[in-house]
C-alpha cells in the first residue's frame, strides 16, 4: 500500500472528528454527544489523545459542553487516567446512570442520562437502569449498545425497544452500530449515528454525524451530516458483451469516474467486482492481468486530488450456451442442475453446518465472517461458473 494512502487512511478518523467540532461551531449546538468508541481498541496513542482533547477543548472554549459515554472498545479500565479533559466535557461512570443538565444562561434546556462500561464484556442490561426523574426539560439517553439483537454486531449491554421506551427518555443517542439508523421516530426517538469514519471497504457508503434539534410536542428534527474523511465505496462493472481489453479499461475508468463525481471533495477508495459473460474472461484470468490492469487504471488517477484508489476483483465467467449444456445428458448438465436448484434456497442452514468447521475451529477463522445468506448465494454463483470454467476450458 503506497505511503500517502496509508497516511490518509491514518489521518482521517482524526480529521472526522474535527469536522463534527467544525459543524458544531457552526451551528452553534448546545452540546455534543458521543456514543463510545472513541478509539477502536485499548491500544491508543498518545496523538490520536491529545488530537481529541484538542477538539474538546475548543468545544468548551465556545460553551459547547461534551457527553461521553465508554463503549466495549475503549471501557474505562483502558482509558488513559493522566490526561485532564477541559472544563466542559463530562465523562460518565461506569458505576451508575448519572444525570448532568444542560445549562445555559441560568435555564437547564434537557438533561442527559448516561453510563459507560467500566470493562469491555458488559453483557447487563444497562437500558432498565436508565428513568426520566422529575427534572423539567428534554430528557436524553446516552448509551453504547445492541438494541434488539442488531445482526452484524457484538450482543454488547442487550436491551430490547420496550427497555428504552420505559426509560421515559425524549431521545436516545445510541451507539455501537455502524451505520446510521432511525429505529424508532418518537416517543422516545431512538437513533444510531453510525460511526463519523469507516474503517475497511466493509463500511462502505456515507459516514457521519447526526444534528439534532428537540422541540416541544413535535417530533424531533434530526439531520445526518456525511462528515468522514475518506469515503469507501463498493461497485460493480458488468462486463458482458467486451471483447478487448481495451474496452475493459474504458468502462472501468468510465465507472470510477462516475463514483468520484459523485462525492463531494473527498478521497475515495473504491473497489470494484468485474461481473458479466465476457471474451476476455480467460485474458483476465491469466497471470498477473488484474493486477496489472488495476496498476494502469490508478496510473490514470494518479496526482488527483482529492485522492482517488482502485481495487479491482474478478468475478468474471467465460461465455458459454448455459441452456444447451443444462439439457446435455453428462456430468456437466447434471452439475449446472444441482448449482441452480441450490441457488433457488430460501435458507442456507444446512450448508453453514457443513462450514461450520471452518468458521469455528480453523485456525484462520479471524479473517472471516459468518457468511450471509446473500454472500452463500453469491458463492454458489462464483463456484458454478468456476466449475464451468475448470472442466470446458
Given at each position: ?197 469507516a474503517r475497511h471497504m466493509r463500511e462502505s457508503g456515507e459516514k457521519g454525524c447526526c444534528l439534532v434539534t428537540l422541540n416541544e410536542n413535535t417530533v424531533p ?173
Amino acid at each position: 500500500m503506497e505511503h500517502s494512502l496509508v497516511e490518509i487512511l491514518r489521518q482521517s478518523t482524526y480529521q472526522a472528528f474535527q469536522n463534527i467540532v467544525e459543524l458544531a461551531l457552526k451551528e452553534e449546538v448546545e452540546a455534543v454527544l458521543i456514543a463510545g468508541d472513541i478509539y477502536d481498541g485499548a491500544e491508543k496513542s498518545l496523538e490520536a489523545q491529545l488530537k481529541f482533547r484538542r477538539g474538546l477543548q475548543q468545544l468548551s472554549d465556545a460553551e459547547i459542553d461534551t457527553f461521553i459515554v465508554h463503549g466495549n472498545h475503549d471501557p474505562l479500565d483502558s482509558w488513559s487516567a493522566s490526561l485532564e479533559w477541559p472544563e466542559r466535557v463530562h465523562v460518565f461512570s461506569g458505576t451508575q446512570v448519572e444525570c448532568i443538565p444542560v445549562e445555559k444562561n441560568g435555564v437547564v434546556k434537557a438533561y442527559i442520562h448516561g453510563i459507560s462500561y467500566p470493562q469491555r464484556d458488559v453483557r447487563e442490561n444497562l437500558a432498565q437502569k436508565f428513568s426520566r426523574g422529575n427534572g423539567e426539560g428534554f430528557a436524553v439517553g446516552l448509551l453504547h449498545s445492541n438494541v434488539g439483537h442488531q445482526p452484524g454486531h457484538d450482543n454488547y449491554a442487550p436491551c430490547s425497544m420496550g427497555d428504552l421506551i420505559a426509560g421515559e427518555m425524549d431521545y436516545w443517542a445510541l451507539g455501537h452500530i455502524h451505520r446510521f439508523h432511525v429505529l424508532r421516530e418518537s416517543n422516545p426517538t431512538v437513533v444510531y449515528s453510525g460511526n463519523s469514519q469507516a474503517r475497511h471497504m466493509r463500511e462502505s457508503g456515507e459516514k457521519g454525524c447526526c444534528l439534532v434539534t428537540l422541540n416541544e410536542n413535535t417530533v424531533p428534527l434530526i439531520q445526518f451530516i456525511p462528515i468522514d474523511a475518506v469515503r469507501y465505496v463498493q461497485g460493480d462493472v458488468d462486463l458482458s458483451g467486451t471483447i478487448t481489453l481495451e474496452e475493459v479499461i474504458h468502462v472501468v475508468r468510465s465507472r470510477c469516474e462516475y463514483f468520484v463525481d459523485q462525492i463531494d471533495q473527498k478521497d475515495v477508495f473504491i473497489n470494484l467486482s468485474l461481473n458479466g459473460r465476457t471474451q476476455v474472461h480467460f485474458e483476465l484470468q491469466r497471470g498477473d492481468a488484474i493486477k496489472e490492469l488495476q496498476a494502469e487504471i490508478r496510473t490514470y488517477f494518479q496526482g488527483r486530488t482529492p485522492s482517488v484508489w482502485l481495487s479491482l476483483k474478478l468475478n468474471t465467467a467465460g461465455m458459454y450456451d448455459i441452456e444447451s449444456l443444462r439439457e446435455g445428458k453428462d456430468f456437466i448438465a447434471d452439475l449446472i442442475n444441482l448449482f441452480e436448484v441450490e441457488e433457488k434456497r430460501e435458507s442456507f442452514a444446512d450448508l453453514k453446518e457443513v462450514l461450520k468447521m471452518v468458521f469455528e475451529t480453523w485456525q484462520g477463522k479471524r479473517y472471516l465472517n459468518n457468511l450471509s445468506d446473500e454472500e452463500m448465494k453469491d458463492v454458489l454463483v462464483q463456484a458454478k461458473s468456476l466449475c464451468l470454467d475448470k472442466l470446458l476450458k
